[in-house]
């Protein structure tokens, strides 16, 4: 199994981007999916998270800001971020729940990070 994130980048305070995160591999259902993120210096902190129900969960520095959401039919969790601020710049990573053979637990599992930077 394999997460790939990506739409990562450079934009000015007060723009917006779109995080997109694809798993694949072998897999039978995904459970949650989330986003974490991770500044220079700072420990990794959750910024969303989403059920297969679609139930969610943010982070109190980004609520109203960012939308999470998911597209089960492709195995993807998106990451809409707007009014983005200086203090949103870091490495975001997405993460996912995955069971590959219902017969057998889940693991979670990592994408690599995408950058994103936010100028003044």
């Known amino acids: 199994v394999q997460l790939q994130a990506s739409g990562g980048g450079l934009v000015q305070a007060g723009g917006f981007l779109r995080l997109s995160c694809a798993a694949s591999?072998?897999?039978?259902?995904?459970?949650?999916m989330a986003w974490y993120r991770q500044a220079p210096g700072k420990e990794r902190e959750l910024v969303a998270a989403i059920t297969s129900g679609g139930n969610t969960n943010y982070a109190d520095s980004v609520k109203g800001r960012f939308t999470i959401s998911r597209d089960n039919t492709k195995n993807t969790v998106y990451l809409h971020m707007n009014s983005l601020k200086p203090e949103d710049t870091a490495f975001y990573y997405c993460?996912?729940?995955?069971?590959?053979?219902?017969?057998?637990?889940?693991?979670?599992?990592w994408g690599q990070g995408t950058l994103v930077t936010v100028s003044s």
């Open positions: 591999g072998n897999i039978f259902s995904i459970n949650a």
């Open positions: 993460n996912a729940d995955i069971v590959s053979d219902p017969a057998f637990r889940s693991y979670t599992y």
